[in-house]
């Protein structure tokens, strides 16, 4: 069974740092592409950013230059590290498989929350 499970949301004011971890179980990690994604109430869940079994990183347009995405096969863990944060990047965060929010949305994790607010 796929599994992953998110940690490392909270509460942090604008401008602010967070660094999320999503460990992974139940999946040959090092061969697949893993995905960042979130979902804010009211809003469509979106793709954040993915990284590629070749270390290929991508960024949605409203977080590139802002979030870093990283990976450790030997950890079967991926991380997003979050800076200049923004009230507008207030949502749950999840992991799973892939590069599209489309693609398996049944694989994410719980999620974790991030709250971005002063």
């Not at 599994?3 to 949301?9: A, H, K, N, T």
């Not at 090092?30 to 809003?43: D, L, N, T």
Request: neutral net charge; proline residues 5%.
């Amino acid at each position: 069974q796929v599994q992953f499970v998110e940690s490392g949301g909270g509460l942090v004011q604008p401008g602010g740092s967070l660094r999320l971890s999503c460990a992974s179980s139940g999946i040959a990690f090092e061969h697949y592409a893993i995905g960042w994604f979130r979902q804010a109430p009211g809003k469509p869940r979106e793709t954040v950013s993915c990284i590629t079994s070749d270390f290929s990183a991508e960024y949605a347009s409203s977080v590139k230059g802002r979030f870093t995405i990283t990976r450790d096969n030997s950890k079967n863990t991926i991380y997003l590290q979050m800076n200049s944060l923004k009230p507008e990047d207030t949502a749950v965060y999840f992991c799973g498989l892939g590069c599209s929010e489309f693609l398996a949305p049944n694989s994410w994790g719980p999620g974790t929350q991030v709250t971005v607010s002063s």
